[in-house]
Structure formats: C-alpha cells, structure tokens
C-alpha cells in the first residue's frame, strides 16, 4: 500500500520546504533539504509539539499553530505523517469521493491526500488563519484547486454548508471539549451532525493518535453511534460494543510501513523521537439508515496486534464479527495452506478454518487454513457475485464477545 502514495508523498517534500521558507521570509537551502541549523530549528519545534500533544497534552486544544514557530514544525513533521496517515486510512472506502470536506485541517495535509487519492473538490476548514494562509500556499505551490474556510467548533461554529462524499477529522476530534467521562456525548453529537452532511454512500473519517487515552476516546465515541444505529465501515466487523474497552488495559489501534522521506527522518532523529511506522486510531462511519457492509463468507479475523511470539509459535489478537480473541499456532503445524498465518501485519484481514477454542481464543493446526481477505490500508471485499454474504444479524449490544 506504501507504494501507492509514495511517490505523491515525496513530491510533497520540496513543496512544504519552499512554503515554509516563504512564511519565514529568511534564509535559502536545498530544495529537498533542510540545513543542519534548520533541522536543530525545527526539530526543537517538533519536540515541544510532541510533548505538549502526547505527554503532558498541555498544548491538545491550544491554539498552537497560531506559532509560527510551531506551525512551521508541524508542517515538516507532522504534515507528511498525517497525509501518509490519511492515504492509508482512504484506501479503505469503499467509494472514490467527489466533494470533500475536511475539518479541523490545520496546512491541510488530509485534505491534499484525498485530492491526490482522487477527489475533485475538496474545502479545507480550521479556526487557525496561519494554517489556512499555508494550506492556500501549498495549494498554489502544487497547481490544485483548494477552497478554505474558518471554522472554530470551541465557539459552537456551524461547519460549512453542503453535502459532501467524504467528510475527515485529523487528529482532531481528541483536543475537543476537553477530558474526562463527560467528552463523549458532545463528541458524538458532533459527528452526528457531521453525518448528516455526509451523502448516500459516503463516509465520515475520524482519525486520531494512537495513544491509549485518545483510543479508547474514540472507541467510545464509536459505541455511541453503533448504539444509535450507525454503520462502521471500517476497521470495525464487530456490531455490538467495543471488545476492547471490557478491559483498561486494551485499546485498538492501526499500526502501518510507511515510505517515511529524509525530512521527516532527520527531525525525528534531532527531536528524539521515532516515526519508523504509521500509528493512529481511525473510524469509517455511514450516514444514518445505511447498513454496515456486507462480508465475504468465511470466519474473519482483522489482526489488530503485532506479532506475539512465543517458544515454538506464532500469536495474535484477532477481532472480528464474533469479537476479539487471540489466534495462536504452533510452528510445528505450518502447512501451506496456513503459511500466511506466520507473516501476517497489523490490520491484515483474514479467513481461517478449523479452529478449537483455546484460553482466551482459537488454536489453528495443521488442518486449519488461512486466507488474506485484505491486505492492511485496502478495504474488505464484498461477497463475490456466487457466494451469498455471511448473516448480518446484528451481536446484542454488551454481549461478551468471546466464546
């Protein structure tokens, strides 16, 4: 999937360099590169955004990309994450979107992944007037078409008008309303209405970091609208409430290889910081009345955990339309026909036969056989037109999702 989009992203990296040094009205460099003083500049920057929105979150609200200091580290760092992000999270729709609107833009590196995935127009809205002035910037530097608008949801601002095929939340929704138990109704009253705005096929994407406490957040914000009836299109199968809030310690997360560009690299490095893989939580959401997709036949699985090896064997977390379990096999039943099941990613989709329970899950053996259904960023397949769909009934809210 990296592939996909890497050359986009790379293309990329001068354009946010020559913005970037335009705002500062200062100093000259490669065209691809930063110098080592601005590397120590910015990745002071990112460093501080860093711990301000992950730590401490001292800075999750803020106004922060009112800094032009902190804008600017946010553009070289956390802009090619967040497209990348973005780029994996669109490869699951189950439709290309037409008219897009993304909220809560910043420079907007959601709303330039869907115009490279696609989408024809697309209106980038923030209450930070320095991260439109860079969106716009960005836009002209790359010959695209961009609408901008303001929008401050902290002073209960309607969004923009319209409807939309494709409405995005990037990292976002978390800095709103603050903390505690009482952020969740407001936040999924929020994407209600959103999801009114949101046309017949379309989606609502909602991706946050990958944090435990933003997790878990968003997981719950998920249970409220399953609850009111909402379809999730991805990554969930699961209908009923989320499995992994049953315990504190648990929460979902994606985790992706990504073609991470040089920049990206040495500021992470002079930052202390490590951006090796994608992490994020994200939720696909239909509008109200649309059912949740219809999935091919089979016992399926999302590996929502990296590998977890053990003496002699090879485990997972598995969740899927029977709820989250672990999968296990021992090495000593590889076959052909389960070979995948030892290099499987996070995210992976699959279909597995002949299990027995076992401890909190299933057991595979020698008889059992293991199928990719999709590939981790591309979204599940609907049933082929000779095979029926698997029954749709839906889990009774609260079940315990184990067997």
């Known amino acids: 999937m990296a592939d996909a989009y890497s050359r986009d992203l790379e293309r990329w990296i001068p354009r946010l360099i020559a913005v970037w040094r335009q705002a500062r009205r200062k100093g000259d460099g490669p065209e691809t590169r930063l110098t080592p003083q601005e590397i120590k500049e910015v990745g002071a920057g990112v460093k501080q955004l860093s711990h301000g929105l992950t730590r401490e979150r001292q800075l999750a609200g803020a106004k922060y990309m009112d800094d032009p200091r902190l804008l600017g580290a946010y553009l070289l760092f956390y802009w090619p994450v967040s497209y990348a992000q973005a780029r994996q999270a669109l490869g699951e729709l189950p439709n290309r979107p037409r008219q897009v609107l993304d909220l809560g833009s910043g420079p907007g590196p959601l ?42 949801p902290t002073r209960k601002a309607a969004p923009p008008e319209g409807q939309f095929d494709l409405i995005t939340m990037g990292h976002v929704l978390n800095e709103l309303y603050g903390t505690g138990d009482g952020v969740t109704a407001p936040r999924a009253a929020l994407l209600e209405q959103l999801l009114t705005q949101v046309k017949k096929n379309g989606s609502l994407l909602v991706m946050e970091p990958a944090l435990r406490e933003t997790s878990r957040a968003l997981l719950k914000v998920r249970d409220v609208l399953v609850g009111k009836g909402y379809g999730v299109r991805a990554p969930c199968m699961f209908r009923g409430n989320c499995p992994a809030l049953l315990k504190e310690s648990d929460w979902c997360h994606a985790e992706r290889s990504w073609p991470m560009p040089r920049v990206v690299e040495e500021l992470a490095r002079a930052a202390g910081l490590h951006k090796e893989s994608l992490k994020m939580s994200y939720l696909v959401v239909a509008p109200k009345g649309e059912a949740w997709p219809e999935l091919p036949r089979g016992r399926l699985f999302r590996i929502v955990s990296e590998p977890l090896e053990g003496k002699g064997r090879q485990r997972y977390i598995g969740c899927g339309p029977e709820g989250r379990v672990g999968l296990a096999m021992q090495d000593k039943h590889r076959t052909e026909k389960n070979e995948r099941f030892f290099k499987l990613h996070r995210g992976d989709v699959i279909a597995v036969t002949e299990t027995e329970p076992k401890g909190d899950g299933f057991a595979l053996d020698d008889r059992s056989e293991v199928r990719i259904v999709a590939q981790a960023g591309r979204g599940v397949p609907p049933p082929s037109p000779e095979e029926e769909p698997r029954p749709t009934a839906p889990t009774p809210q609260g079940s315990d999702p184990l067997p």
């Open 111 to 152: 709303a330039f992944a869907a115009l490279d995935a696609g989408a024809a127009e697309v209106t980038a809205a923030d209450r930070s007037k320095p991260a439109l002035t860079l969106a716009r910037a960005l836009a002209a530097e790359a010959g695209e078409a961009l609408a901008t608008r303001e929008w401050d």
